[in-house]
């Protein structure tokens, strides 16, 4: 593992007709999906910079950020919200939202995501933002992260 990608490590597939579909163990770069700019805004200074030194972009789909500023405000975004979206970030038509999960040792290398069709998604942002943060704070001190959630 680099540190430069996601791996959706588990899938819960939705039983909507209309819905968005991805399969365990698809490997994306973080700053294309929701868990993935969770991840980022919440590393370690030195760790985000190593990867803005190294990161290329390579635009997926019309919402992918495409420059180092543009991550750079979406991750200031994100430390204000708590929780991160991306809209047609990696693939077209497609709204995400994820909450940090925080290990034992305070470090976020996990995302909890919602993912859905943007009509739908977009619509339903408060709702699944209330709802992964809750579920990433039950998850993180299942972990042992003792700390506030979301981390400072």
């Known amino acids: 593992d680099t540190g430069m990608q996601v791996v959706y490590s588990d899938v819960i597939d939705a039983t909507n007709p209309l ?10 770069p973080l700053y294309t999906s929701a ?4 991840i980022l805004a919440y590393m370690k200074p030195a760790e985000l910079q190593v990867y ?11 919402g ?8 750079k405000r979406k ?14 970030g990696m693939f077209e038509g497609v709204f ?10 305070g470090q976020v290398r996990a995302g ?15 709702k699944f933002a209330g709802l ?3 579920a990433g704070s039950e998850v993180s001190r299942l972990l042992g992260y003792t700390g506030a959630y979301p981390p400072p």
């Open 19 to 28: 819905r968005f579909i991805i399969k365990m163990g698809t490997i994306r």
């Open 52 to 62: 803005l030194e190294l990161v290329e972009f390579v635009r997926h789909a019309p």
């Open 132 to 134: 992964l943060m809750q």
């Open 35 to 38: 868990s993935g700019l969770t």
């Open 96 to 105: 995400s939202i994820a909450a940090p999960v925080v290990n034992g040792m």
């Open 75 to 88: 991750i200031k975004e994100i430390r204000g919200r708590g929780t991160a979206t991306s809209i047609d």
């Open 112 to 126: 909890l995501s919602i993912s859905a069709p943007n009509t739908r998604g977009i619509r339903q942002e408060e």
């Open 64 to 71: 992918t950020i495409s420059s180092v500023a543009a991550l």
